[in-house]
């Protein structure tokens, strides 16, 4: 294949636009489900470890290993999906994916450290970071302009109901089958999404690009003192090793944009994407949206399980109607996204998923009504299906066809680091709260793992829930704010058939189906 600086993918008729990507949201859809699935099977993992010495805090690190494996490679990946394409990258990724997750499976087979997991698990991150970029890539390269928005709003279902679907999928495994089946789950969906995707996935061609390593090196350092200091600042009771790692990632940030302004040849992360305003508030907006839906499963599990009494897989299905309503409403959302103004679009949704966490936090309390949270989390839902497509497809539209890999790094970059400083603010939270309602953080760690609470702390423990999910309304409200300076989309103003986008240099418009 010839190495073309800028050119557009050589397809032609070949390309099913449609096929390609549905095969590209079986191994999305795995990864992002393996962000959330563990959370409800910790405390199976901790009674399986714990008579080998593994600690509460050391089972917190399965989680967050691939969270940090995930979040630090991310803008690398998607510059590599460039240089190689995305084809060969996504495939690579799916594989180290899916032979992580036999390993994470195996593992107490292997060795009865917890260490072993947790290695595994970042083995499994790297490959998620290999795969994530590469699915909106192809996205921009494939689909015109006008007709991306149908396409994203699959990818943005695909993305909020993988994040709702992991604790539901996860309370079923470990009550059926066990918590090692969370992670063999993985291996027939990898195997079939390898198949789909080297059938439909067409090989796009790659642009010869001068990689900026010092920009790699400088990136990774950046974000994997951040990540790390924000997940486990919590953990170390934000001693000074963790502020100056903090401070380190952020002043090495700053030298790593320094440096991008500074490469002549081709930067890691090209500034000259944030001079088109709707990428820039995009990526301002995902990050929020990141930040909510990583952090607000914490305190409803926790009450659910506590409080209510619920096992695994009654708490997960309390996120249910959310799926449901997103799943029903992404097709609406990505036709809209196509012919409404994004602002008007992300800014209802936006401002009806902060609602109705309102309304979910009001709701928490020991002897709250369960259509209550039902009808909260259809709610949810409903907002939730018009926040993804709009953002993403507004974020990479007028994006250059050569950049599409950095622009995806960029993207996914920010709401990974978003979902993961969620987690961290919601942990600390929780523990504010429940100490300022005369209750032990500790002691509520413990009783999570052994059964629910006394009947006595449960109003004050369902009020510190409460209490905690109101942060994440209040950072809606920064999403809301980006959105609202949202420009109208290049493709809304008419233009003759011949100046318009030239299909993506062969790639035929494909209609969305109905």
């Known amino acids: 294949m010839s190495l073309t600086r800028g050119t557009a993918p050589t397809t032609g008729s070949e390309v099913r636009p449609w096929p390609a990507l549905g095969a590209l949201c079986v191994g999305f859809f795995m990864i992002l489900v393996d962000m959330t699935i563990v959370s409800v099977a910790t405390p199976a993992i901790l009674e399986t470890y714990a008579p080998h010495g593994a600690t509460v805090n050391d089972v917190i690190w399965v989680t967050s290993a691939y969270l940090l494996s995930y979040a630090v490679p991310i803008l690398i990946t998607g510059r590599l999906g460039d240089r190689f394409g995305p084809k060969r990258m996504y495939l690579g990724g799916l594989v180290v994916f899916t032979l992580a997750s036999l390993w994470c499976g195996l593992a107490f087979e292997l060795s009865t450290s917890i260490w072993m997991l947790v290695a595994a698990r970042v083995l499994q991150g790297f490959g998620a970071a290999a795969v994530a970029p590469q699915t909106m890539a192809v996205i921009t390269r494939i689909f015109p302009r006008e007709s991306r928005g149908s396409a994203m709003s699959l990818w943005g279902a695909t993305a909020g109901v993988a994040t709702l679907v992991g604790p539901i999928l996860g309370g079923v495994l470990v009550d059926l089958a066990g918590w090692q089946w969370i992670f063999f789950i993985n291996i027939p969906v990898g195997v079939v999404g390898f198949w789909l995707a080297w059938r439909l996935v067409p090989a796009l061609e790659v642009n010869d690009h001068a990689f900026d390593w010092i920009g790699v090196l400088l990136s990774g350092a950046a974000l994997l003192l951040l990540v790390f200091g924000i997940q486990e600042g919590h953990a170390f009771d934000w001693s000074a090793t963790i502020i100056a790692m903090i401070v380190g990632g952020l ?145 990479n539209r007028n994006l250059p066809l050569h950049q599409a890999g950095a622009g995806a790094g960029i993207y996914n970059a920010n709401r990974q680091i978003g979902s993961v400083v969620g987690a961290a603010a919601i942990a600390v939270l929780i523990d504010s709260r429940l100490a300022a309602n005369g209750l032990s953080g500790g002691g509520a760690s413990e009783a999570s793992l052994g059964g629910t609470l006394p009947a006595v702390v449960h109003d004050a423990f369902s009020t510190a829930m409460s209490q905690a999910m109101l942060l994440l309304p209040a950072v809606l409200v920064i999403g809301v704010v980006a959105v609202v300076f949202f420009e109208r989309p290049q493709h809304f103003t008419p233009a003759p058939v011949a100046e318009a986008e030239p299909a993506e240099a062969g790639v035929a418009a494909a209609t969305p189906p109905a």
């Open 251 to 395: 002043v090495i940030g700053a030298v790593f944009v320094w440096w991008q302004s500074r490469n002549t040849r081709e930067p890691l992360m090209p500034l000259t994407l944030f001079r088109d305003r709707n990428f820039s508030l995009a990526n301002v907006a995902i990050a929020a949206v990141g930040f909510v839906f990583a952090s607000m499963g914490f305190p409803l599990m926790l009450w659910a399980q506590l409080v209510r009494g619920d096992s695994p897989t009654q708490a997960g299905l309390l996120l249910a109607p959310m799926a449901v309503a997103s799943i029903v409403l992404a097709p609406v959302a990505g036709r809209l996204t196509d012919r409404v103004h994004p602002r008007i679009l992300a800014g209802a949704g936006l401002t009806v998923l902060a609602f109705s966490l309102v309304l979910l936090a009001s709701a928490i309390g020991p002897d709250t009504p369960l259509w209550q949270i039902l009808g909260s989390m259809a709610l949810l839902g409903v907002g939730s299906s018009f926040v993804w497509a709009p953002l993403t497809t507004t974020a």
